[in-house]
């Protein structure tokens, strides 16, 4: 079945330095990535869509000069919290939308990256 | 390896009840989620189960048993707006989270 991978799966970090997540599809390509933030016990937030190739499209009120993303090939996209922040600790999750499945909209997710910013 | 098992597509119609079954085998226990997500939106929790039994809201109930590795979503008083997948994830003893591959619920009339 199709397989989604963080890396790394926790980080701990001191505020104003930068850290890097890699979300790779394994056994798919994916044109399509998103990116969520998620708070306990409550619903995923979606920060971004990112498309191989291109520019992510950020959703309303989450900077993109903060949370830099890169899709570079059809297998991974990565999400850079640059200059991180205590606010920033979070658990971010990556979904893969598989390209062989066309138009549907079944997204494929990651198993989390927990980021703690001291 | 840890797995996470729930139905692909289930119809249900408008009034009625149903139940979305979830099975699971992981590396370690440290809760359950529950999601509904409609196509193009980002998933909504509905429901976290670390303990054995029934938590009801509203509509929407879940059961777990960490015994047989089970859990399901009761959906009572089907609306039309309910139609959408419903997520099964399980967070593992290392807090990450394993995703089932979504059941898509149709509503009909």
């Known amino acids: 079945g199709a397989v989604v991978s963080q890396h790394p799966s926790w980080v701990i970090c001191k505020s104003g330095t930068s850290v890097k997540i890699e979300c790779r599809s394994l056994d798919f390509q994916a044109t399509t990535m998103f990116w969520y933030r998620q708070f306990p016990k409550q619903s995923l937030m979606l920060m971004a869509t990112?498309?191989?190739?291109?520019?992510?499209?950020?959703e309303q009120g989450v900077e993109k000069d903060k949370f830099l993303i890169n899709h570079a090939s059809l297998t991974l996209s990565t999400l850079t919290v640059t200059s991180a922040h205590p606010e920033d600790s979070s658990f971010y999750i990556c979904?893969?939308?598989?390209?062989?499945?066309?138009?549907?909209?079944?997204?494929?997710f990651g198993p989390g990256t927990r980021l703690t910013v001291l | 390896g840890q797995n996470i098992d729930q139905p692909t597509e289930m119809t249900a119609t408008e009034g009625a009840i149903v139940q979305i079954n979830c099975t699971y085998q992981?590396?370690?226990?440290?809760?359950l989620f529950w999601y509904q997500q409609h196509a193009g939106e980002a998933p909504t929790f509905l429901s976290y189960?670390?303990l054995d039994g029934l938590e009801e809201k509203g509509r929407f109930s879940s059961f777990l048993s960490r015994s047989k590795g089970y859990s399901y979503l009761l959906l009572k008083e089907l609306q039309m707006k309910d139609s959408a997948s419903y997520l099964c994830a399980v967070m593992d003893s290392n807090y990450q989270l394993i995703w089932g591959a979504g059941t898509k619920l149709i509503i009909k009339p």
């Open positions: 992981t590396s370690g226990f440290n809760g």
């Open positions: 990112s498309n191989e190739g291109s520019k992510a499209t950020y």
């Open positions: 189960n670390v």
């Open positions: 979904s893969a939308r598989d390209i062989g499945q066309g138009e549907t909209d079944t997204q494929y």
